[in-house]
Each structure stands twice: as C-alpha cells, then as structure tokens.
C-alpha cells in the first residue's frame, strides 16, 4: 500500500513539475494544481494511512496511537482542498482574461507573431 501511495506521490509531483515548466499559463495552472494534489497527498499520509480507524477517541478501545487516525492531516487537507479550489478557480479567471486581451496563452507573449518581433526591435 505504501508503495502505491509513494508511486502515486511521485507521478503527482514529476508531472506538477513538468507542467509548470511549461511555457503556457493553462499548462502552470495545470502543474500547480497537480503539485497541490501531491502535497494534500503527502499530508495526508503523514497521519498515517488506518483503514477504518476512528479519528476520535472510543472508550472502548485503548488508548494508544496504533488505534486511531490522527485527525489533524485530515483536517489540514480538508482546508487545502478548499483553498486549492478557490486559488485555482481565481488562477483560472486572470489567465482567461489575460489570454483574451493578449491573444495568446503564452507566458512571453505569442512567439509566432512577426508583427511582434518587428515593434520590439
């Protein structure tokens, strides 16, 4: 299982970082959203993975940490999700509009207009 979840934290992470290395603004939008993925993922393992553990406190069983989840990981990737979610949603608002005035998704302008190169020189 853990080598799933570490495979899984790898490909999350190459491809993030592949994609935000890119010159396209969809494409780094894309990359960090895929890197932010990774971290949750990276969180939430620290809390260790316990398939059916309760994240509370039960009387009935002992109390030692072999016996729960820890709930702060879980609490901790909730609140990313939604942050996550809002920054890319606003990520995706500026790079549309800028896009759209532009002409272009590039990230140094479009590349392939000679009008362009002809006014910068």
Known sequence: MSLLIASALGVL?????????RARTFDVILGLTLLS???NLFIFTMGRLKIGAPPILDPALPPTLQQYADPLPQALVL???????????????????????????????????????????
């Open 13 to 21: 992470t190459g491809c993030g970082i592949w994609l935000m290395l």
């Open 79 to 121: 609140t990313a999700i939604v942050i996550g979610f809002a920054m890319t949603a606003l990520l995706l608002v500026i790079a549309l509009r800028a896009a759209l005035q532009v002409g272009s998704d590039h990230v140094d302008g479009d590349r392939d207009d000679p009008a362009r190169e002809e006014t910068s020189r």
């Open 37 to 39: 993925y990774a971290v």
